[in-house]
């Protein structure tokens, strides 16, 4: 019944979806040649490590760790036995041991000795994950030099600030650029911060005791102090809700970006580029592309979070299930989030700022969305209730008769101290603004240090 | 700034997780080159159905089609613009005019004509998705044969019945393996049954506006009376629902065989195979493989599935992000479905029963198992509550003294009505087991037919 | 060490969050108080059921059922017993003999006579999942209703069609609303006809062997034909996810109700309310409500339905765990669905909807949302090649100078029979809109009947 | 069309769950009552504040900071007010401000000066994060205690170490626990560690600009160096992201816990305690009952944290839905997580071990299990190709036979320098299990200093 397995991704071909979700250098960190090249390394490692305590002879180790090369192993061979298998590892040693034992028969009996199939792969998942994080913070840092960038130069650059899609009060393209900034600090500090896993030695139960007295000093010499943490998936989990929170912090970019960029609004727009954001048949558009990008990357990610954590109820000393359910989604965390940061550091590169635009937008209320601050001005000479009820029924009457409120306000009879002139300014309504820039720069300048 | 994109997955070589996760021929119907193949199979339609209804010229129509060859199309190429592009129909557009240019310059302004990229990949995704729900279609059928059979054959075999994992009462084998298949029974129902998008035809606003008065023909001959889906993702959001039900209640029968083949517990095992199931240090294993990968795929779906209802949130006419996070997320979710029954359809296959342990199994508890039987059997001459006082006092006395129930009981004084051997007989206490069985068996018929 | 567990629900008072998540109707139909009376009502109906059938007397029966009141129970006891029985069935059952007892003695050993506490609490869930529906397909026809109302009178309402929050090309409001309608019907077609789990009946362990020779009788007179579905959750997972997509439907049509009454767009706008959708601080501002819970709602429906899908993996005949971590769950589900219709039925029964202002901000990008229209209707005298040229060329050229694309192109020589009136005027374009509203509305006529 | 919205939360009395997912300290420190109470501790605080640096008067802001009680508002009124109003801040002040105005009319108009509604809302939910984060690290440092002595108080207590269910190798119960320990080590670090998101103060747009040039002054005084932080959720999701990692490693304890006590294994058994995992049905039941509510914690978990990421897509500068999505859930992450820890604590402090058992489970493999030691300790004399050959012909032998690996072997020529005694004795081949357990004690001591 059994239908012969063939070999597949590799002959499947280039992704019709470009660099959306997986780019490149993502994919050379963490992609299925990699993979394998990892779980070498750690083969090569294990035998150098018991060299170097005198468990096995400083020749074998040599002679194992120079057959740990992923281009002598036939990877096509090491898909097809991988199913039935139950994971890769099990074929990587096999199909190791078989080259080693071409090339010195003696030694193919210290492959892999002591150590078990997650040893290999958690290692390696461990190391492609190290690799990937390193990628991501670097952007990531380039991404918040960008935004520290915008935000100090755009301290005076007045639009509307707009809750529930409203039109609130003037705030600063600036104050928006540095509470982009603010939100990515917890997630960069803790992304940075966290302990990633180390590398796995446990051996078949966790135990090592398949390498007896020399134990100690192989687990010393190829892991450190890392304690064997087959069941422990903590660093995993810590590692992937940090990718996730950066992530939803990158998404919400996009999602302004997107916004900014509404016709009707037009504040910023994505950079242009050959062949970037055309539309296939009307040829006015200049559709958002990394701004989408970086949207779905968000929308991607909580899902795999869950699964990760879902898959945390591991059975006693190795899972049946939980431990592969993580292989392709950590991966696919990796890139997912490493893509929010390949499409936010161009987004942020290349993006057009509208400040005229952004100024002009703030007329579109006729001056309503400086209601609040007339209404304080006028607390004080008249009472707060007094200044509330006036400001509301010119408000009501600006609505009714279309015109602007100012003009409205013009027609009372108003205290000699208020200038409306000075009060309709956006400009000298943007209460903390310029602090909260400057204390989110000192914040992310910290971080730096 | 921006790093020269190369291409990777062709390169990047076949995947270390074998089929764990993607079987050959889930691979086939969803692979990189099967979605480029549906790209061009909607815009050959989209062609002819042009020609035949007199928008286009026969020749012009047959042209464009006769280019529509996923081999001359050159994938990586694809690949390298669709990142900027923002999707891989531009870029396909764009690749395919220019093999039509070559050929028949004067067809090469009517390739995609009044078409938008979403018509195509939404169409394609869903050619993808039909090849994939027919080949899970059939597979549930061969999964569920073989469990109707088993049922059938084991409606004697007598186990032990577990909730929350202590011994209830006896069942059968046949009773646990019909509940499995009635489980399946309506997933498959509601997945057979589901309405898959049809083809997308909408145009750049869903309005087909770009084809005039022949938008009605057009749309006849290439989607039937599909109406533009662009924002309606219920067609998609449903089928994932579906195959993550399914995956459910397969992944509830993997984890039931890994719970069955606990070293403890012993009545049935996954069958053997050359390469199968090893240890790669204990030499004693027989580790499941197929029950452990229906399990990681069953942990794996309810993220997925929660991205695609995520993604729902589709602004206006066209979604800046939630339509393209679907992309690999419903890819996955019919991979790793077809990874489910792939794995359940050869674990069912192979399975190896032992009815000996399982019988031998419910005497662990020393007749406690038998304890509900016995006190209503002493109900009828002693009343309900001096019957349950007495059977729990016995089983105090069993479990304290370690003795067996039955021995227990021998002792005390029971009317004489009361035949032992016979109510501590778990053959005779299956209650409708049988019936349950036989009306699974019939449903299952039913759906068929 | 264990401190003593007081009461606490019932004492916490009112939810701030008000109707927000869990409008009154769903709160009687699915709350505290409705589970332990529908528990309630599975302990009369099986009395009565037994008595019928002749396995207990009609007195026993009826006394029984009498005793079934949830005002007769102590739910404050019922709650202090519930967390160490480990579920709520145990106490309810002792609580609901306590009182039989008190009443008719001789009846209380019958109390869930033959029952499992998964029997009842099931049948419970069954019960208030079938009235929640109910209430949730009420209110969804009147939505339907509402839409299929705002197609048909906004047919020929011009607004611009966004993709990508981009002007695209004209649409009319009333196909916007006849795709809101349309992405419902699959959701609500599949709502209305999923098989609900009905009563649930199989004893500790699946086989009602208690019940001994009456079990069929009993079975058929409590539940009809429906089999024991302990470990089959395929029903309140697919009822789950059938309403993770009606609210994902309805998420969409907040959300864009949400972006069109954004201060820039202004084409439709929440029904005004006393006390509804002001701001704390901003007399001006008039906030969506409905529209957000609508959203709200949409986001928190997919990792419920996820939980729904990983809780799947039940242990043999009864799971540690994941049938416990459905029941706040399914109960959270409908009433958050149930939320988002309580929400949408208001939303649209309020909307105000701004034709003159659609019109209007067509006229946002200075005709060039109608540069596909002009571009093919040159293709005709001109060939499709040339035509494009040129109509890039003056939208490049009405961009650059900031003038109408409908100027730019009056000053170039056009072929005599162009008419740009006609080309400009949006109401013209809207391709097969209409034919796409009567055909949705045709379709939901359909459902109805 | 609009029905009355009647209270209902109040009137629908106690939980029939008890306090499987919501303990009463819990609920006390997140209930409704508690989140209104915190809200009013905001308006209080605020007007301290403001008072403190002169924007109001002293005897203003006392006669604010009186009327801040919880039980002085209508809480009813505000349930009925909240749904329309679209939170629950709006009804809060309208309350609070009658409040004070019938005792200070003066006072009234400053009532919630310069705040907004997500200023009140985000303070409240920050406090009681707090509050519960304060209570789970409590317990789970109690959690751990316990942990740290059964690991250390074990150490000898040799049992099957078990991977995909299968028995690999001996492990001792230490070891299981101090992997336990080991897996919480992490999350209770980062949970603990992070960094909170304090009091909330932005004013309508995070500008402060009502506040005038108070504002610094009153923002440092009432939330001292926090920034606004309406749209950056990084902090809840971080700490939603904690607990649920958190809670896995506990999931993981509660589903050991539960395979450990199946009628096959036997190992460890819950604490019994009256009314305490009793069955419906079955007399003789000792059912898991803390240990199911952890697993089932653990599997709602992840839905609830992938919410919190969702949401995270605010829009500018106040979202239209993702924040008010977060609410319930918060609350529900913050409960459940802390009802992990409230059965954990409880299940560890009465855990019953039976070492005899796990001695004797040791032998369920006649000796296989110590197979690799066997082959190991041949390997010196032997060569490893040849040991291990030998003893995989023995384990076949034994298998096939039904006899003792041990015997077996007897029956062999054997090398003289091999004890069969020594090398079948379980307890010796326990590898670093020792050196681990006190390893990860150790770090657990360096984490509470």
Known sequence: MTRTVTSFDGKDGPSPFGEFF???????????????AAMLVFEADLARAQASCGLISHEIGEAIAACCNPDAIDRHELQRRATLAGNPAIPLVQLLTET??????????????????????????????????????????TIMSTLAGLADTHRASVMPGRTLLQHALPISFGLKAANWLGSLLLPFQRLRGTTLPGGQLGGACGTLAALGTDAPAVRRALVGNALPWHTNRAGFQALSADLGVLTAALGKIGHDVSLLMQTEVAEVIEGAAPGKGGSSTLPHKRNPVHAVAITAAAIRMPGLVATMLSAGLHEHERAVGGWHAEWETLRDL??????ATFHAERLLAGLEIDTARMRANLDLTSGLVMAERVAFALAEPLGRSAAKTLVEAACREAIAGKRALRAVLADKRLPAAIDLDALFDPAGYLGESDPIISETLARWQALQR
């Open 100 to 141: 080693v034992r071409r090339k010195s028969p003696e030694a193919a009996p210290f492959v892999h000795f002591g150590a078990t199939s997650q040893d290999v792969i958690d290692t390696a998942f461990g190391a492609m994950a190290a690799s990937a994080r390193a990628i991501i913070i670097a952007r990531s840092q």
């Open 22 to 36: 997986a780019d490149a250098e993502m994919v050379e960190a963490t992609g299925n040649r990699a993979f394998v």
């Open 334 to 339: 990796l890139r997912i989030a490493g893509a």
